[in-house]
T-cell receptor
């Protein structure tokens, strides 16, 4: 069983919709990362957070340490947001990331 | 921002040959480099962790003699897939951990390896 679970696995939205992707983890982590992987494979780090909430443009990430849950929100979604979004937990014991399987997002015009 | 240059972006090789993949951190020093493998529709799986100037630490089930990792400098790490087989076909991606102002994980653009 993966220690980091994401939902949904696939998501299709119309342009302009508000999108939420969820991430739950079962082990203790010191921080959680949200990553964006484009169709070509390249990965961009969106957020690293260990508490509360962070915002960057139309992207918002929240984390609840007690509930071991994080969400990534996209406001006013756009087709260029189409990508795979991955959450990854940084374990308490080291520097390696434990990845979720990703959420494949498609935003249609 | 921090950038990791990974080359090649894709490679096709014959069974039995070796392939070298390079990851170079630009404008920052990466004391630790992580190498991942990703199969279609799967999450990234850590293969090994390398620290500059020391031997890499391999994850369970990853053959260190098959996947040779060299981290000879603070800006360059290489992964060599030796005697490649079709089952080694996958997407390989590196991630560099910077320090100080550049703290954080920066990913390379990945290498699509196809062994025929």
């Amino acid at each position: 069983k993966n220690e980091v679970e994401q939902s949904p696995q696939n998501l299709t939205a119309q342009e302009g919709e508000f999108i939420t992707i969820n991430c739950s983890y079962s082990v203790g982590i010191s921080a959680l990362h949200w990553l964006q992987q484009h169709p070509g494979g390249g990965i961009v780090s969106l957020f690293m957070l260990s508490s509360g909430k962070k915002k960057h443009g139309r992207l918002i990430a929240t984390i609840n340490i007690q509930e071991k849950h994080s969400s990534l929100h996209i406001t006013a979604s756009h087709p260029r947001d189409s990508a795979v979004y991955i959450c990854a937990g940084l374990s308490n014991s080291g520097y390696a990331l434990n990845f979720g399987k990703g959420t494949s997002l498609l935003v249609t015009p | 921002g921090a950038v990791v240059s990974q080359h090649p972006s894709w490679v096709i090789c014959k069974s039995g040959t070796s392939v070298k993949i390079e990851c170079r951190s630009l404008d920052f020093q990466a004391t630790t480099m992580f190498w991942y493998r990703q199969f279609p529709k799967q999450s990234l799986m850590l293969m090994a962790t390398s620290n500059e100037g020391s031997k890499a630490t391999y994850e369970q089930g990853v053959e260190k003699d098959k996947f040779l990792i060299n981290h000879a400098s603070l800006t360059l790490s290489t992964l060599t897939v030796t005697s490649a087989h079709p089952e080694d076909s996958s997407f390989y991606i590196c991630s560099a951990l910077g320090q100080g102002y550049n703290y954080g994980y920066t990913f390379g653009s990945g290498t699509r390896l196809t062994v025929v």
